[in-house]
């Protein structure tokens, strides 16, 4: 088949139902013929509605965003013979085979650059920009630096009047 169908776990629905997301094109028929062709399923009823999306702005940081509506998902619910229950098997208790560490390690990563583009701009300087100040102002009160002019730096010509 040329389509992906996604098998949703509902512990609330009875065992004799199973939840599939769909693409849009796929009909109650075509889910029927290929349950019945692929897994030998008899599906007595099948229930579909498509979910639509949330209005979303298009960019947050554009000039002039736009709102748009993602593209809507459809669900397809199944009913099977009360002889055929389908029951999902137990949800695996070790996920280092799918390197699940790893995975809520960039998790983490991404939600913190994004509180940080949350927070905008920075303004004024930055804490390690302050205690280096600070550090430099204690030395110049105390004297143990003596403070130059940063024209001085060009050999006592100031900048205007320095030759490029």
Do not use: C
């Amino acid at each position: 088949p040329s389509f992906t169908l996604i098998l949703l776990r509902t512990p609330h629905s009875p065992p004799h139902f199973a939840t599939f997301i769909t693409p849009l094109s796929l009909n109650k028929l075509d889910l029927k013929d290929y349950l019945w062709q692929a897994y030998g399923l008899q599906a007595l009823r099948i229930r579909s509605y498509v979910q639509q999306s949330k209005i979303m702005q298009d960019k947050p940081n554009a000039k002039m965003p736009r709102p748009h509506r993602p593209r809507s998902k459809k669900r397809m619910t199944i009913e099977l013979p009360p002889d055929q229950p389908f029951r999902f098997p137990e949800a695996p208790t070790d996920l280092s085979p799918w390197d699940k560490d790893r995975y809520e390690k960039m998790e983490r990563a991404r939600e913190e650059a994004q509180e940080q583009r949350d927070k905008g701009p920075t303004i004024g300087p930055k804490e390690e920009e302050r205690d280096k100040l600070r550090i430099q102002a204690r030395e110049l009160l105390e004297g143990k630096k003596v403070w130059k002019a940063g024209w001085m730096d060009y050999g006592g010509v100031r900048p205007e009047q320095a030759r490029v």
